[in-house]
């Protein structure tokens, strides 16, 4: 087991803690962790480009002439696709892009994305970070003192003060250790982990 050092929001040590080797020093695969991230971002594309068909542009449902003896091409709609402002052949219609990969990867992939913040000295363990009031001010200056301008903050549980404190500090986002995902961790140079936290981890990822 690697062991960590625990710190205070004063960056005063206070403690040490122990990451387990399944959890904190799991071999990485960066194409395991490519997959887990395009399976993430394509499972946020809007697939919103939509044509319509010719039942749907406007127009008379009319024979525009008769079929015979007018000396043009036959017709049957004003809608048809060959008109101009009929409706569209095989045009894009909304569509989902997402696709899975099974439970065991996307574990291992969170798995391997933790790992790779504490083999790159990126990670830091608090022991607490209760703010006594939803002040931005607060938490600027406890990153300071942390020394980190760019972080994932994951708490045991969802915390309005620290929520509210930090969603307008550019470069930190706060979640919840259930809502962990290996986009968030990648995403952020620095994981910041409370105590409290890593006993869920584990129990999420190991149980």
């Known amino acids: 087991m690697a062991v960590t050092g625990i710190v205070n929001i004063k960056n005063e040590k206070v403690g040490e803690v122990e990451l387990k080797d399944d959890l904190f020093g799991v071999e990485v695969k960066t194409y395991i962790l490519h997959d887990i991230v395009r399976m993430q971002l394509a499972g946020r594309r809007a697939g919103n480009a939509c044509t319509k068909t010719r039942a749907e542009v406007q127009g008379s449902n009319a024979k525009p002439w ?12 004003k809608r048809s696709p060959v008109w101009r402002g009929g409706g569209t052949v095989f045009g894009p219609k909304p569509r989902s892009y997402s696709f899975k990969l099974s439970k065991k990867v996307r574990s291992l992939g969170l798995k391997m994305a933790l790992s790779s913040r504490f083999s790159e000295n990126r990670l830091f363990v608090l022991d607490n970070f209760d703010l006594e009031q939803i002040k931005t001010k607060q938490f600027v200056s406890v990153m300071g003192a942390l020394n980190v301008n760019n972080a994932l903050i ?17 470069g930190y986002k706060v979640i919840a250790t259930a809502g962990v995902n290996v986009y968030d961790v990648l995403l952020h140079k620095n994981l910041i982990l409370l105590q409290s936290s890593i006993s869920q981890l ?3 990822l190991l149980s």
């Not at 007018?70 to 709609?77: H, K």
């Not at 994951?154 to 550019?170: A, G, M, Q, T």
């Open 202 to 204: 584990e129990k999420r």
């Open 66 to 77: 008769r079929q015979k003896g007018t000396g043009r091409a036959r017709s049957g709609s």
């Open 154 to 170: 994951v708490i045991p549980e969802n915390d309005e003060k620290l929520e509210k404190s930090s969603r307008n500090v550019p």
